[in-house]
Each structure stands twice: as structure tokens, then as C-alpha cells.
């Protein structure tokens, strides 16, 4: 399944969207594909503070659409340029609650030429819901995001 995926996905960018198109259908798919993936996301580095700001996502909106570095497991990531899976988000000191629904999070940051721009972020209203595969997964998903966001000639 996941392979399928990411071919769909590849494709798809291959196509040359416009960015916040390519990458609104990218959470799309990927959310509508995968039964436990309940909201997708991707944040990015703003550009002069240390700031995540939300460009495309899927789900219900949510009201974190700006997250400072170090707040969240998104704001940790951020910081620690380092994978991030929240087994149970309960648990979680530095959690920030985007819906009382969710049980468990996966971020995985999006590097540029080595360069931690971003990330995608995964809730899920089922515990323990993400695996190693997911993880390997999402990060082929910003393997094909960076090199779409090269193509695009997105400055960084």
C-alpha cells in the first residue's frame, strides 16, 4: 500500500502544481488512503523567526496555524531536527491539543540540501496508531515533497 502511494504521490508532483495545490493534495491522498491518518499537515520554517507556520493540511481545521519552535512535538522537531512519534499524546508534557480526538502524532522533518524546512505531521484519534513503516513511509513522502519544492524553485 505504501509503495503504491508514494508512486501516486511522485506522479502527481511530477505534474508541476502549483506548491500549496501539490502540497493540499498530497495530505488529501495520503489522509483519505490511510484509515488511521485522521489530520496531515505540513508546517514550515518561517522565513526571519523561529516560527512553524501551517501551508496545507487535511482534516478539520484547527486553530494552531502558528507554532513557535519548542512548543509541541511539532516545535520540538523544529529544534531537535529529529523524528518524533507520540504513542499516546496523553503522555505527552509538551503536547498541544489540536482536538480532543487525538490519541497519537507523527512528525517527520522535511530537509532541503540538508536544511530542516518544515515537516509533516500526522494525528491520529487511535493510539498507537503509527509504526515503523509509517515513519520509513513519511519520510519518502519528504524525500518527493523536497525535491517537488526544488523543482518549484521554492526559496528556502
Excluded at 6 to 35: A, F, H, M, R
Excluded at 66 to 79: E, L, M, S
Aim: aromatic share 10%.
Amino acid at each position: 500500500m505504501y509503495t503504491t502511494l508514494l508512486n501516486s504521490i511522485e506522479n502527481y508532483l511530477n505534474q508541476q502544481p502549483e506548491v500549496e495545490q501539490g502540497l493540499t493534495w498530497v495530505c488529501t491522498t495520503i489522509k483519505d488512503e490511510l484509515p488511521r491518518y485522521d489530520w496531515v499537515g505540513f508546517y514550515f520554517h518561517h522565513a526571519t523567526k523561529k516560527e512553524l507556520h501551517l501551508k496545507a493540511f487535511a482534516g478539520k481545521p484547527t486553530d494552531h496555524t502558528i507554532i513557535p519552535f519548542g512548543k509541541g512535538i511539532c516545535g520540538q522537531v523544529a529544534v531537535s531536527n529529529k523524528n518524533f512519534v507520540v504513542d499516546d499524546v496523553g503522555q505527552q508534557d509538551n503536547y498541544i491539543a489540536c482536538s480532543i480526538d487525538v490519541k497519537s502524532e507523527i512528525v517527520i522533518p522535511l530537509f532541503v540540501e540538508n536544511k530542516n524546512i518544515g515537516q509533516i505531521d500526522i494525528d491520529s484519534n487511535t493510539a498507537r496508531a503509527f509504526s515503523k513503516k509509517d515513519e520509513e513511509f513519511l519520510t519518502e513522502v519528504n524525500v518527493l515533497i523536497a525535491a517537488f519544492l526544488i523543482r518549484a524553485q521554492v526559496s528556502f
